[in-house]
């Protein structure tokens, strides 16, 4: 089976999709230049062809670039391939895809809709694997007490809460700014 695949730009930075037959494998959020993502695609997707998107794909980039501008997309139409990737994980993805923008889940209750609390730590595990960002919105997860727990796409936490703000979610736990230092976060004297 053969994948192709697109570059675009969102809002926050450039994405990359790939897709087959059976639908959409992959998208790339990249931290960096159009280039860097295409060779970042291409070392996931060895042999990949670079093309032109047809309708469908075309729509579910459209999805994308809305939801980075601050659209309620929840992206459910868009159709994915998951067939190579092992059955916890499509469950998991499965169910992150039922969260409306705007709302989260913890690992915890992922793993007590699958029939067992104690795989929050594998479900944590499965969407640090998430082939699909963004279509299986798994910024939308956070660890219990409302902490933001992981993300794996560039830009770690950071960009996971700048994700779920621009879908207006508002997690406990560590916000934008707590990267940058002290004396930024000060403002002004009293």
Same mark, same amino acid.
């Given at each position: 089976?053969?994948?192709?695949? &697109? ?17 959409? &494998? ?49 992206? !459910? ?25 705007? #709302? ?25 694997? !998430? ?20 993300? #794996? &796409?560039?830009?770690?936490?950071? #960009? ?8 207006? &979610?508002?997690? #406990? ?18």
């Amino acid at each position: 089976m053969s994948n192709s695949f &697109a570059i675009f730009d969102t809002a926050i930075r450039t994405c990359g999709i790939v897709w087959n037959v059976h639908g959409v &494998a992959g998208v790339q959020i990249h931290d960096g230049t159009e280039g860097a993502t295409r060779a970042h695609l291409l070392r996931r997707f060895a042999g990949a062809k670079e093309e032109p998107p047809p309708a469908h794909v075309q729509r579910a980039i459209d999805g994308i670039v809305a939801l980075l501008c601050g659209e309620k997309r929840d992206l !459910n139409d868009v159709t994915l391939d998951t067939g190579d990737l092992p059955e916890f994980n499509r469950k998991v993805y499965a169910i992150a895809r039922t969260i409306p923008p705007g #709302s989260t889940l913890t690992y915890g209750e992922i793993a007590e809709r699958l029939g067992d609390r104690l795989l929050a730590r594998d479900v944590g595990q499965a969407l640090g694997q !998430n082939p699909i960002p963004l279509i299986v919105p798994c910024h939308r997860v956070l660890a219990a007490g409302g902490k933001t727990g992981g993300f #794996s &796409a560039p830009g770690g936490v950071v #960009s996971k809460l700048r994700l779920l703000s621009i879908e207006g &979610a508002q997690p #406990s736990g560590p916000t934008l700014f707590d990267h940058l230092p002290l004396v930024a976060k000060r403002g002004r004297r009293s």
